[in-house]
């Protein structure tokens, strides 16, 4: 269950701008890499958790909680329905805050 729903959120992920998941091989934890330069008004991995947390409700720990600069960690052990919901809500808030060149 766990390494669909890895699979699932990681799927979902892959396209969203500014983002670059990693998928995990048996953990419940999903690491996804930040393009911090493509988020003005963003200044580090804390301050994105920080912000997606007040603006979506999304939960989850900045990367540098765990010495993973410019990451942040989402749990991929909750439902399907779930995990739908938290990756539509992720791209939403990328979506607003993403700049390209």
């Known amino acids: 269950m766990v390494q669909s729903h890895a699979r699932l959120c990681y799927d979902r992920l892959l396209d969203v701008v500014g983002l670059k998941p990693i998928l995990p091989q048996g953990s419940m ?5 930040i393009d911090i330069k493509r988020f003005p008004g963003i200044k580090d991995d804390i301050d994105f958790t920080e ?24 749990v991929v052990c909750a439902t ?10 992720i791209k939403v808030f990328c979506e607003r805050h993403y700049m390209t060149e």
Do not use: A, T
């Open 29 to 33: 934890y999903m690491m996804i890499g």
């Open 80 to 89: 399907e329905d779930k995990i739908e919901e938290v990756c539509r809500r």
């Open 51 to 74: 912000q997606l947390v007040c603006e979506m409700s999304v939960h989850c720990l900045p990367g540098q909680c765990f010495r993973y600069p410019n990451y942040f960690r989402v």
